[in-house]
């Protein structure tokens, strides 16, 4: 029937939004420093900045005995992210409209990750601030930003990182940063090489085509995030992955 049909598109429309590169990559990078920091034990997350709110369900999901929680400004975003919690049942992650620059309505977390939005906020240290009072004493940050210098890899991509009202960070900038925030960076690591970003402009490109092309693009691109996983990649990396402690 249509409305099987209709539901059936839905659910692969979402896959391969979730399957996009840059998505598959923070997935998979989040969930490895979480599961460390975690070490076995259930972990009370918050995602801050989480959008549509993909990343922190499938988080949630992969770790039932977790709790999650995405904050973000855009109410329109965390309706969405709710109703798909909904229509999973996933129980365990929680949506609270935040604006990241004023103090968090819930704190005491064990782990916040701040993945690719500290480069839209003008006051990126009232942000560093705000997530700092949301974690307890010791407990873990994992922060990716676009790297100060990143180009696009083919000719003819986009030169700005979606909203960007600054086009990235360096190390050193960084790292004086988060020690104002009162967090101290324990890691960085580059990320988001030459490969996995040539694999997202093309899935940038291929976006407005037939769902079969893009279902057609899939392997390959799965392949790109995995390489990149196993450090079999090259090129320089347009981002970088921070794990910083509360003090």
Request: charged content about 25%.
């Amino acid at each position: 029937s249509m409305g099987h049909l209709s539901k059936l598109r839905k659910v692969l429309e979402e896959r391969i939004a979730l399957l996009a590169p840059s998505r598959r990559l923070r997935l998979a990078l989040a969930d490895e420093v979480l599961t460390e920091a975690a070490a076995g034990r259930p972990l009370r997350l918050l995602d801050a900045g989480c959008g549509d709110g993909l990343l922190s369900l499938a988080i949630a999901k992969r770790h039932p005995d977790w709790s999650v929680v995405g904050v973000d400004r855009r109410g329109d975003m965390l309706e969405r992210a709710r109703a798909r919690a909904r229509e999973r049942g996933i129980g365990n992650a929680a949506f609270e409209t935040a604006d990241l620059t004023q103090p968090l309505p819930s704190s005491g977390f064990d782990a916040v990750i701040a993945i690719e939005c500290l480069h839209e906020i003008p006051d990126d240290r009232a942000a560093l601030a705000a997530i700092a009072g949301a974690l307890r004493p010791g407990g873990a940050l994992a922060l990716q930003v676009p790297e100060r210098d990143w180009r696009p890899v083919l000719p003819g991509s986009s030169g700005i990182w979606r909203d960007e009202v600054r086009h990235g960070y360096g190390k050193d900038e960084m790292t004086g940063l988060l020690r104002e925030a009162g967090l101290e960076p324990v890691a960085m690591r580059p990320t988001y090489r030459s490969l996995v970003a040539a694999a997202q402009e093309v899935c940038d490109r291929i976006k407005a085509s037939l769902l079969p092309v893009r279902m057609l693009a899939f392997p390959f691109l799965a392949a790109a995030v995995r390489l990149e996983q196993w450090r079999l990649t090259w090129g320089r990396p347009s981002a970088f992955l921070t794990i910083a402690h509360r003090g």
